[in-house]
C-alpha cells in the first residue's frame, strides 16, 4: 500500500522534514548562530528591565558582558554538537547521548547562578540563557539524528 506525497507530507514531523534539506553542519550552524543572537536579545532585555549582571563570588562581584553571553552561548555549543556529529559516523547513538548529556549540562549549570548570589533579574536572564542552550543542543541534534545518512531507519 503506497501513500500519496501529500499524504506523506502531512504525516512527516518538521525535523524530518528539515533533515531532507540541510546537511548536519548547516543545522549546528543555525543553532549556535540562533542561541547566540537569542541570548545577546535577552542580554539587552535583561538590561533594559534593570539586570546589572553582576554575579557575586568568592573574589568579588564580577561583570557578565554581551561578549561573554557570546562567547558561552556558542563555542561550547559549535564544539560539543560538531564532535556530537563527528563520531556518529562511527556510531550513531553518540547523537541521542550527545542530546541527553549536552542538555543536562546547560540546565545543570544553572545551580552556579544562584550560588553565585546575582540579583532576582540577572538570575532570571541567566537562567533563561541556559535553558536556550539546552534547546540549541537537542534541536540541531535531532535534526541530524532524522538525516536519511544518521537514520537507519530511513534507508
Known amino acids: 500500500m503506497t501513500q500519496t506525497y501529500a499524504a506523506q507530507q502531512s504525516t512527516e514531523s518538521t525535523p524530518t522534514r528539515l533533515a531532507h534539506r540541510i546537511n548536519p553542519w548547516q543545522a549546528i550552524a543555525v543553532g549556535v548562530v540562533l542561541s547566540g543572537l537569542v541570548n545577546l536579545a535577552l ?8 539586570a546589572t549582571f553582576l554575579v557575586a563570588g568568592e573574589s568579588g562581584s564580577d561583570e557578565v558582558t554581551a561578549g ?19 563520531l556518529a559516523s562511527w556510531w550513531t ?4 547521548t550527545a542530546q541527553v ?3 543536562a549540562l546547560a540546565l545543570a549549570t544553572i545551580a552556579g547562578i544562584f550560588a553565585a548570589e546575582a540579583g532576582t533579574g540577572t538570575a532570571i536572564a541567566l537562567t533563561v540563557m541556559h535553558v536556550v542552550v539546552a534547546v540549541a543542543v537537542v534541536l540541531p541534534l535531532e535534526v541530524v539524528r532524522r538525516s536519511p545518512r544518521h537514520n537507519r531507519r530511513a534507508e
Open 43 to 50: 542580554y539587552l532585555i535583561g538590561q533594559l528591565a534593570g
Open 68 to 86: 561573554m553571553i557570546l562567547l558561552f552561548s556558542t563555542v561550547p555549543l559549535a564544539v560539543g554538537t560538531a564532535l556530537a556529529v563527528l
Open 93 to 96: 547513538w553518540v547523537l541521542r
Open 101 to 103: 548529556i549536552g542538555a
